[in-house]
């Protein structure tokens, strides 16, 4: 795998929600909103790319008593992760723009007579 995961449908969806503005940190709920994927599938891609040191994390610092609820775990791109972030979502976007680009026969105009 190296330095790049595999772009998935998911993966790009994860990638794309830091990407929309790159200096917020999200959390695993909101990137659950956010794109609609279940923890199953979120929590594993974030730490894939935290792995790859595209995401760097780090705990909130509050009481969860006074707050009423769980700490969160916050996740923000590293400076290396928004250039890697950019370059692959270009690169996801020229490969879905060729793939749309390409000709296609028209539906029963090709065949035998």
């Known amino acids: 795998m190296g330095n790049k995961p595999r772009m998935t449908v998911t993966t790009v969806e994860v990638l794309q929600t830091f990407a929309d503005d790159a200096s917020s940190d999200r959390y695993?709920?909101?990137i659950m909103a956010l794109t609609g994927l279940p923890s199953g599938t979120v929590f594993p891609i974030l730490a894939r790319f935290e792995g790859l040191g595209w995401l760097e994390s780090g705990w909130e610092d509050v009481d969860p008593a006074v707050v009423g609820r769980p700490q969160r775990r916050y996740y923000r791109l590293?400076?290396?992760g928004v250039?890697?972030?950019e370059s692959a979502l270009a690169q996801v976007a020229r490969a879905r723009e060729k793939r749309r680009s390409v000709l296609r026969p028209v539906p029963g105009s090709v065949g035998f007579s």
């Open 28 to 30: 695993g709920l909101e």
């Open 78 to 80: 590293t400076g290396k």
């Open 83 to 85: 250039q890697l972030a």
